[in-house]
């Protein structure tokens, strides 16, 4: 009998330390001062070189989880952040513009001490947009490098520039944001992918996203709607890669026409391609980062 009541207790504690092992997350959560907002961010490994990761819109930084633990135990300082308004970073009812994301930006990497020239800056999607109003912006130097991830200078459609969506489009996003966000934030997740993926990693982005307010959330696809940053193209310096969709190759030729010396690489896979194809993403970043 006591022998049985051994094991049991011993099975308990197996039990519980597996469980706590597979809660554990490759990274450690941490939340800096930053102006007038307080960032929350992921952060993993150590080096020389740190890559910073950008999300989307209304995304937060877990939404790079397959590239932490590859890129953290290869010699690589690993941040992703979420942005103003995003994720665990302050809610604010002002600055929820792209320009100010880019300010946010500058600001956060001298809050953590990152060196920019043994920087790597990668945004995907809206953090594209990001990454153009920082390279525009006077107060800023150049990174090592850049890596836009399937995004571009334009979210809506012209005849002289090869992707975004139509004003209709834009408009019925926008309405259904402000009717049933929570509904039109499943249909975003979702709509991001080609291949069916699970249910928790859904439930995990719909999260994420659901804590960005739908005024918030409105605002900053005003702005990234209303922007036309292709002007800006022509004046980054860095080397730069840029990884997109085989959908959305034309506007990723168009930024590689734009940006001098930059590399396209194309992915045949949804939107978020790095967490659908995260082996093929990885290594295409790799390959760029280890090619200097």
């Known amino acids: 009998m006591q022998r049985n009541v051994k094991i049991g207790i011993c099975l308990l504690f197996t039990m519980a330390a597996l ?34 990761f950008i999300p989307g819109w209304m995304m937060s930084a877990e939404i790079w989880k397959e590239q932490f633990p590859y890129f953290s135990s290869r010699g690589y300082r690993v941040i992703a952040y979420d942005p103003r308004s995003q994720g665990l970073t302050t809610k604010s009812e002002e600055g929820n513009t792209y320009h100010q994301h880019a300010a946010d930006l500058l600001a956060f ?24 109003e920082y390279a525009a912006s006077p107060e800023t130097s150049m990174p090592a ?5 399937d995004g571009g200078p334009m979210a809506r459609k012209e005849t002289d520039y090869p992707g975004g969506i139509t004003i209709q489009q834009a408009r019925t996003l926008a ?17 991001m992918f080609r291949t069916r993926q699970g249910e928790l990693l859904y439930k995990e982005m719909t999260d994420g996203c659901r804590k960005t307010s739908p005024n918030a ?21 860095a080397p730069s890669l840029i990884i997109t969709t085989d ?3 034309l506007a990723g030729e168009y930024m590689q026409s ?29 390959a760029f980062l280890t090619s200097f």
């Open 19 to 52: 469980l706590c092992a597979a809660d554990k997350k490759p990274w450690k959560d941490a939340s800096i001062q930053v102006g007038d907002i307080k960032v929350h961010y992921i952060e993993a490994g150590a080096g020389d070189h740190t890559l910073v």
């Open 247 to 249: 959908t959305n190759r």
């Open 258 to 286: 734009k940006i001098q010396g930059s590399k396209l690489e194309v992915v045949p896979a949804g939107h978020a391609l790095f967490l659908e194809k995260p082996q093929a993403f990885n290594q295409i970043l790799e």
């Open 217 to 237: 959330a409105v605002a900053l696809f005003f702005d990234m709607y209303t922007g036309d940053r292709r002007n800006g193209l022509s004046r980054i310096s």
């Open 145 to 149: 490098h850049f890596v836009f991830v």
């Open 109 to 132: 990497m001298k809050a953590v001490k990152v060196e920019r020239s043994q920087t790597t800056l990668i945004g995907w999607s809206a953090g594209v947009t990001t990454l153009l």
């Open 175 to 191: 309405l259904s944001l402000q009717g049933d966000s929570a509904k039109a934030i499943e249909q975003i997740v979702r709509g």
